[in-house]
């Protein structure tokens, strides 16, 4: 059963893998090396003007080890394989934000497990099938790689993967009180110590939290806790909370590794697409 979730999961990840970026490998300027040349990931986190931790460079999440996946998902696991999207690089929570939990102590509601079953079954209306966004977390879990620009007032992340812009406000407003709901929702910022907290309101009820179709409402609240260990590691705590679809607020943790002397690429979902007729044979 878990290697027919998985393969659902994978059927609706394989329109919007990309091979991994690059921008002709150009030199990080500023970047600390090592003799040989190397970008050197366990230096110093580097500071914004304002003494902050800089959180701005190209990130990928790290991605769970192959024999972690057989654990999860089966021994077939590396039998399904799709391109840009080998096995042993794509983090877990990909698939399902829900993994850490036993069955039985899951806190999805009744009517979300309901959604998520009627979305594995009609895989011609993923998201990704569809050319619709697979918005955040969902699409920074992935090969693809995400962009932070971090300014005074205001990050932006730059997804490669629908090639979209989030836009993270750190002036200090609140979040908005009667938000129109949206795929990326309302975000704003604050500094504690040396970690960025990111709430976010405002979500529509039309995005997946995985692969697996978890749904969310526009009742969901997202707390994203960043900071930058080192030179080369992003560490993130998510926390979803959406009483509507689940019993309780759950957080997962995992490490974005900084793609160095990379960039993203561009990608447009609608060119030349030829998947979604094929769903139906």
């Known amino acids: 059963m878990r290697l027919v979730l998985l393969a659902g999961g994978l059927i609706a990840t394989a329109a919007v893998q990309l091979s991994f970026a690059q921008w002709i490998n150009y030199p990080t300027p500023g970047a600390p090396r090592t003799r040989d040349g190397k970008v050197n990931m366990t230096a ?14 190209v990130w990928r999440a790290e991605a769970t080890p192959i024999e972690e996946q057989k654990r999860l998902f089966g021994q077939d696991i590396d039998k399904l394989q799709v391109p840009g999207m080998e ?31 009627q979305r594995l079954s009609q895989p011609d209306m993923r998201p990704s099938t569809r050319c ?9 879990l992935f090969a693809a790689v995400q962009k932070i620009v971090q300014t005074p007032g205001l ?5 490669e993967i629908d090639n979209d812009a989030r836009q993270i406000y750190t002036d200090g407003r609140k979040l ?37 179709g978890h749904p969310r409402s526009e009742s969901m609240h997202l707390t ?46 609608g060119e030349g697409e030829r998947d979604r007729a094929h769903f139906t044979k």
């Not at 619709?132 to 920074?140: D, I, R």
């Open 44 to 57: 110093r986190a580097p500071r914004a003007s304002n003494g902050k931790p800089d959180l701005s460079g």
């Open 224 to 269: 994203e806790r960043y900071r930058r260990r080192d030179y080369g590691h992003l560490d993130e705590e998510i926390t979803f909370d959406d009483p509507k679809m689940y019993t309780k607020p759950f957080t997962i943790k995992l490490t974005h590794i900084l793609q160095a002397d990379s960039d993203i690429l561009e990608y447009i979902c």
């Open 87 to 117: 096995r042993g690089s794509v983090s877990k929570y990909a698939f399902n934000v829900l993994l850490d939990f036993k069955p039985e102590e899951s806190p999805i509601r009744p009517e979300a497990l309901a959604i998520t079953k």
């Open 132 to 140: 619709l966004p697979l918005a955040v977390p969902f699409g920074t």
């Open 155 to 159: 990050i932006i992340q730059m997804l």
């Open 176 to 212: 908005p009180v009667d938000p129109t709901p949206s795929w990326l929702g309302y975000s704003v910022g604050k500094w504690e110590g040396d970690t960025l907290v990111v709430e976010t309101n405002g979500l529509n009820d039309k995005g997946w939290l995985d692969a697996m």
